[in-house]
């Protein structure tokens, strides 16, 4: 069976286990069902997420061209802090930033590896974690846009770190984190201005992978560098495919490429 396509970040449902499905934009792929199975695949060409050329990707999933003229390549989707739509300042196509920017967004602490804080979306939520790979998360905050939610966490990375070691996450090297405790002693950093925006909600939400067995060595599959790939999946995490050798291979680090697969 061949299934091929551009390549975009796994879609997810949250049950237990969690269900991936590789989003190949004109087809989907149940990955569950692959588990314990060989896959076989290979980079045939690129198609930029933006423009839809065969051009080299360049971060995101986008060429160079559309990654610096792309409202949704704009240095505020990495970095919250540096919204401007509530200003009504336009940093490349003010209508898409307003409607991405101005809806609710929340601030979080999850352990994917290590204690991490993160801003997504507030309809991004329980995806955003899943497609980090938390083991377990919070919502420290929820804020009316994107601009506040970024002060919050930046004041916060003073005191913990917003970046998840992938190799720690995908051997399920995670340690037991207290997280209300972590999020009471975190409230006093929050800023002055957005301190009304704290949610006051013990709840803590879990996540279940489909992995059969966690590698002890990782390897990590680049396919502009090797174009093929042959091996028996025994995980998803995160956005991650998990294999018998310990290869890993990073779904959504390869959007924009156009790849064939032979289950």
């Known amino acids: 069976m061949i299934f091929e396509g551009q390549i975009r970040k796994m879609i997810s449902e949250n049950t237990k286990p969690i ?83 101005l809806q609710p967004h929340i ?48 004041a916060l990375k003073n005191q913990v770190s917003d970046k998840t070691n992938y190799q720690k996450m995908l051997k399920n090297d995670v340690p037991e984190i207290d997280l209300i405790q972590q999020k009471d002693l975190f409230k006093i950093y929050i800023p ?9 909600d013990d709840s803590v939400y879990t996540f279940e992978y489909p992995v059969l067995h966690y590698p002890e060595k990782i390897k990590s599959l680049n396919l502009a560098k090797q174009k093929e790939f042959e091996g028996t999946l025994v ?10 050798d310990g290869t890993v291979w990073n779904v959504r680090g390869h959007e924009g490429f156009y790849v064939k697969f032979e289950l």
């Open 19 to 101: 269900r991936y499905y590789l989003n190949l934009k004109d087809d989907y792929l149940d990955v569950n069902q692959q588990l314990g199975k060989k896959m076989r695949f290979y980079h045939d060409h690129n198609e930029c997420l933006g423009c839809g050329l065969d051009k080299e990707i360049y971060r995101m999933g986008y060429c160079k061209n559309c990654f610096f003229t792309l409202p949704e390549a704009n240095d505020s989707i990495i970095r919250p802090e540096l919204s401007t739509a509530h200003l009504g300042i336009e940093q490349r196509d003010l209508e898409w930033e307003r409607k991405f920017e």
């Open 235 to 244: 995980g998803i995490k995160g956005q991650y495919l998990i294999f018998e």
């Open 107 to 154: 601030v979080y602490l999850a352990v994917s590896s290590d204690l991490k804080v993160g801003v997504t979306r507030s309809a991004q939520i329980p995806t955003r974690w899943i497609d980090q790979g938390a083991s377990y998360a919070t919502i420290l905050a929820k804020t009316d846009n994107r601009y506040e939610a970024g002060m919050i966490e930046v």
């Open 192 to 200: 002055e201005e957005e301190s009304k925006f704290y949610l006051a």
